[in-house]
């Protein structure tokens, strides 16, 4: 694709994004089905944004709007606040993530006729199975319920991202399109580095914005550090020694620790702490509308023809039986009560890090498929693999946002009862 096409279809996404925002905002609903639709009307149904440009746009914009987000949502996460809930958001996103992977990937499969063991489906189920911050927060910022649940929620979405993201890269692996000697190891390598790479960073920036004065630099600064981290983990040391992390997750670690320290000593007034909490906001905000739109816009319209049904059906699935069972599964024998275990199940919407790893893995089954193994190609197609892929997510994330933002209020009163207190304060 020239360069100037590509800016003049990143432009015209960002002020059609922009305009589709504030319409949500004045409806009061979500930006997210918006910008989908968006997508959608400027490629497969207009097509001003061809297919092919759209999926190579999308090779850069998805990765680096996942730092963006991660970086903005862990960087602003309480550690004191996610201690009171700390056991609950741990069963989450283990137990309850593992679930709806597993069932998701179960159903996936079943639904288009592969054999219940292929990794296709539980491709999808790691895709799909981690929420989304992103839509969670604005929706708590307007709905009156009880702050644990709604800090309970938020923090399981936030760090079942990047667990997500190890997930499907071990599945990736195991496909052929990630290198993977030992699956274990990999996934121990994935997970454990990031926590020590993450922490190690944080420690390294702390010393330096407190010893030096960057002013409106220490925004440049601490991006540039989350950058290197996810270049180091995914890229260059698995070149030289096979295995790396996730530097996904130790974004989401670096701007965890680093988030609290700066807020500990200086607090939220603090110059250091407001440039890098605004500039991380402006950066989400773009990332979220290029994401949308270009997930929306690399629809192939004969696939969503073709798939709407199955894809419909798997979204269903993810939404209604596989986040709830893993949520009553995940929670059996805590003390958390089954209306709101029942919320907690309801209120999983996909959004910004599903969008991304479905559009990145469907350019990569397509430009990789020479890689795939036989016993997955025999029983479907790259092209099929690829789009259902990214179709399902699609759906998923289409669905669970329109529902979900559509009855958080309703479902917290009737389940849990009217909340008298304060919203949370986010």
Wanted: charged share 15%; hydrophobic share 50%.
């Amino acid at each position: 694709m020239e360069l100037m096409s590509a800016i003049g279809f990143l432009g015209l996404s960002l002020v059609l994004g922009s305009i589709m925002a504030k319409i949500s905002e004045k409806l009061n609903i979500p930006d997210i089905p918006l910008l989908l639709m968006l997508g959608l009307i400027l490629g497969p149904i207009l097509q001003i944004i061809p297919q092919g440009g759209a999926l190579e746009i999308f090779e850069y914009v998805g990765p680096i709007g996942l730092v963006f987000i991660l970086l903005g949502g862990a960087f602003t996460m309480r550690i004191s606040l996610l201690k009171k809930v700390i056991k609950t958001v741990i069963r989450l996103d283990t137990i309850t993530l593992m679930v709806t992977l597993i069932i998701s990937g179960i159903f996936f499969n079943f639904i288009l006729n592969l054999p219940i063991t292929s990794p296709v489906g539980y491709l999808f189920g790691a895709i799909t199975c981690a929420t989304d911050p992103a839509t969670l927060i604005p929706v708590f910022s307007k709905v009156k319920v009880d702050p644990e649940i709604a800090i309970t929620l938020e923090a399981e979405s936030i760090f079942n991202d990047p667990l997500g993201i190890v997930a499907t890269s071990t599945i990736l692996g195991m496909l052929g399109l990630a290198y993977v000697k030992n699956p274990i190891l990999y996934f121990l390598s994935l997970s454990l580095g990031a926590i020590i790479a993450g922490v190690i960073f944080a420690k390294i920036y702390k010393y330096i914005i407190y010893r030096c004065e960057f002013h409106e630099y220490v925004s440049p600064l601490v991006l540039g550090g989350a950058m290197l981290l996810l270049y180091l983990g995914e890229h260059l040391i698995p070149k030289y020694i096979n295995y790396g992390y996730s530097g996904y997750m130790a974004i989401a670690v670096m701007a965890l620790y680093l988030g609290n320290e700066l807020y500990k000593l200086m607090g939220d007034k603090h110059k250091n702490y407001e440039y890098i909490v605004n500039f991380s906001n402006d950066l989400s905000l773009l990332a979220r509308i290029f994401i949308f739109v270009f997930l929306g816009a690399c629809i192939n319209m004969e696939m969503l023809i073709k798939y709407l049904i199955p894809g419909t059906i798997v979204a269903l699935v993810s939404i209604f039986i596989a986040r709830p069972l893993g949520v009553f599964i995940g929670l059996l024998g805590s003390n958390i009560s089954f209306k709101k275990c029942l919320y907690f199940a309801l209120e999983g919407p996909r959004g910004v890090v599903p969008a991304a790893l479905a559009a990145t893995v469907g350019v990569m089954i397509l430009k990789h498929a020479d890689k795939l193994p036989k016993y997955v190609i025999t029983h479907i197609s790259p092209k099929d693999f690829s789009g259902m892929i990214i179709i399902g997510t699609f759906l998923t994330i289409l669905l669970s946002v329109i529902l979900e933002a559509s009855w958080a209020g309703i479902l917290a009163r009737k389940l849990i009862g009217e909340y008298k207190g304060k919203k949370y304060d986010h």
